[in-house]
């Protein structure tokens, strides 16, 4: 069975803050993908990265970057100076090799007030 | 146009009311999705299609019915809703079912049920 743990149920932080935020997977699968989505208030989810099981390299993206360690299985999500636009909700989701259904975690909301 | 678009925005209907929800995508995907999203919960998939075929259904009661008329549009027709199917209804794409793509979501559709 494939979990997605996203312990951290709400942050607050103050603009120009960094933040970042946890997911813990479990598969038992050898090829799996991992993903984070951003759900901001008006209702949409966007799309912000997709991290297959043979890359463990980190990614940046301008003020994102992400921690991918099988070792720990771990995909955290780390915002630099963060911004009020980033005030979302954040889901990090697993999905087997071959299965078109995104396990994902409860969501944290990340709040960044002025 | 990496868009997924979805009408209407917002749908307020009776428990006897029969209504639509309508999602289309002009990014040529095969995979078409619906999900159900309540407050403070992940997306929960209900139904998936393949090449405009059924390939996946959650156990959804038959009070939802999808359809798919061709490859860029997809329905979900609603008869005899209850309260508690109140919810954010989110359409997503993909390329296929296969390992390729990532899904896009478009806004929602936020049904209350009277």
């Known amino acids: 069975a494939q979990k997605v743990t996203q312990a951290q149920t709400e942050i607050s932080v103050v603009e120009k803050e960094d933040v970042t935020l946890d997911c813990v997977y479990e598969t038992r699968d050898t090829t799996y993908y991992l993903f984070w989505y951003k759900q901001p208030p008006s209702g949409e989810l966007v799309f912000l990265i997709r991290?297959?099981?043979?890359?463990?390299q980190n990614e940046i993206s301008g003020r994102y970057s992400w921690n991918f360690q099988k070792s720990t299985s771990s995909f955290n999500f780390t915002i630099t100076a963060s911004q009020v636009v980033d005030s979302a909700v954040y889901f990090c989701?697993?999905?087997?090799?071959?299965?078109?259904?995104?396990?994902f975690g409860k969501g944290t909301m990340l709040l960044v007030s002025p | 146009d990496t868009e997924v678009t979805q009408t209407p925005k917002h749908l307020v209907m009776g428990m006897t009311n029969k209504k639509s929800l309508k999602c289309e995508q002009h990014m040529g995907h095969r995979a078409m999705y619906w999900y159900k999203q309540k407050a403070k919960k992940p997306p929960e998939l209900m139904f998936v299609?393949?090449?405009?075929?059924?390939?996946i259904n959650e156990s959804v009661p038959s009070r939802f019915s999808p359809e798919c008329p061709n490859s860029s549009l997809l329905n979900l027709h609603l008869h005899a809703l209850q309260p508690e199917d109140s919810a954010l209804y989110l359409c997503a794409s993909s390329q296929d079912l296969s390992d390729v793509g990532e899904q896009f979501f478009g806004p929602g559709t936020r049904l209350t049920v009277l």
């Open positions: 299609y393949s090449y405009e075929k059924l390939s």
């Open positions: 989701a697993l999905r087997q090799s071959g299965y078109s259904t995104l396990t």
């Open positions: 991290r297959n099981s043979f890359d463990e």
